[in-house]
């Protein structure tokens, strides 16, 4: 049984556990890190990945339309996201 439909290429086994995941030698120490952190400071790192995905995410958009002025280009980013939001329906 496959996890990812889109060809991730991690596998569930008749226990239920993943199997093909690709090695992650430094995972514990980021756990670590996480658990030293103060639930502030774990808050307002989720904050700063969130705002750096976003810029990558606008930064893709202009490099692949690079004709759009900033208004298209903030109202394509907010349709893209809006699609992805709603995918329930």
């Given at each position: 049984?496959?996890?990812?439909?889109?060809?991730?290429?991690?596998?569930?086994?008749?226990?239920?556990?993943?199997?093909?995941?690709?090695?992650?030698?430094?995972?514990?120490?980021?756990?670590r890190?996480?658990?030293?952190?103060?639930?502030?400071?774990?808050?307002?790192?989720?904050?700063?990945?969130?705002?750096?995905?976003?810029?990558?995410?606008?930064?893709?958009?202009?490099?692949?339309?690079?004709?759009?002025?900033?208004?298209e280009?903030?109202?394509?980013?907010?349709?893209?996201?809006?699609?992805?939001?709603?995918?329930?329906?």
């Open positions: 049984m496959t996890a990812s439909p889109a060809g991730g290429g991690v596998d569930i086994d008749r226990m239920g556990r993943m199997t093909g995941l690709k090695p992650r030698p430094n995972h514990a120490v980021y756990l890190t996480l658990r030293r952190m103060s639930p502030e400071a774990r808050l307002r790192k989720a904050f700063e990945l969130s705002a750096f995905a976003r810029s990558l995410f606008r930064a893709g958009l202009a490099r692949r339309f690079p004709g759009l002025s900033e208004p280009l903030d109202r394509l980013a907010r349709d893209r996201l809006e699609r992805c939001h709603n995918r329930r329906s």
